[in-house]
């Protein structure tokens, strides 16, 4: 009963995995798996999830039915065609963002009307796992300076704590679970996470998370500088998270509870595909 409407050229050409595409990818494995109908890039059903707002979805937004339409995540705010969404809110029934910093972004900086603006995380799939720890730790880098990794190196090599990095754009879904579940858990040294699907599946493998935390998104200066994480969906129950100057006593804390934890209990309550579908219905209000 939805029409999903993205190109896959948006994806790039690298043969990696990327968030674009995992989340069409999850998107539509989410609603076969709920039984849910849809098309692409057809007008077949009621409702419309334009994914991908482009300036080539921007074209194809106007020929859609304006007041079944749902519009994200996949969008850049400071695209000038955006700004129409902004000025016309009848224009569409909601933009979905995958978490609530940026909802915030969205509604703080740019002024959209709150009630204009829903949080939706596609779904993370919850792999068969047979955990066989061969490693200490995953080190999971992206987006932050290769100091900060050679620091966390340092710091397992002082703990005499063995390693495997996972570093973005280098990796595939297999990647993730085979190297999650050989690790006792997981060091996160990443930037700040829209959502972190990728994240979220090293979670889903049941492995525990030790997070160096961003507190702030600044990539595009001081004037947007907004309260962010590299960890959008989070309780204690998956780890711990530091910032700067913490390392040492939380990774205490963390090192004696490691046995408590459980991440993937966490993403099967909060962002499995049953979730996740239902989180979308209640967007376009379907029963």
Known sequence: MINLFYEQSYWGHSSGMNGPRKVVENLIESLEQENISYAVNVEEYQNNLLIQYDWSGHLKHSKLTLE????????????SHVNELK?????????ITPSQWVKELYVNKFRYPSSKISVWPVGIKLPEIHRKEEYDCLIYFKRRDRSELNSVIDFLNTK???????EYG????EDVNKLSSRSKFC????????QGIAVQEIMATGTPMFVWDVTEWTDQGDQWRVPATSVPFWDNTCGEKFILNEMENAFEVFYDRINEYNPRKYV????SY???VKTLMEIFDVN
């Open 268 to 271: 099967e309550d909060n962002l």
């Open 187 to 194: 060091f996160l040294i990443n930037g700040t996470e829209s």
């Open 274 to 276: 049953k979730k996740s």
């Open 68 to 79: 079944n339409c749902v519009i994200g995540p996949q969008i850049w705010m400071f695209d």
């Open 170 to 173: 280098s990796y595939n879904s």
């Open 87 to 95: 000025e016309n809110p009848h224009y569409y029934k909601s933009i």
């Open 160 to 166: 005499n704590l063995t390693y495997n990095i996972l």
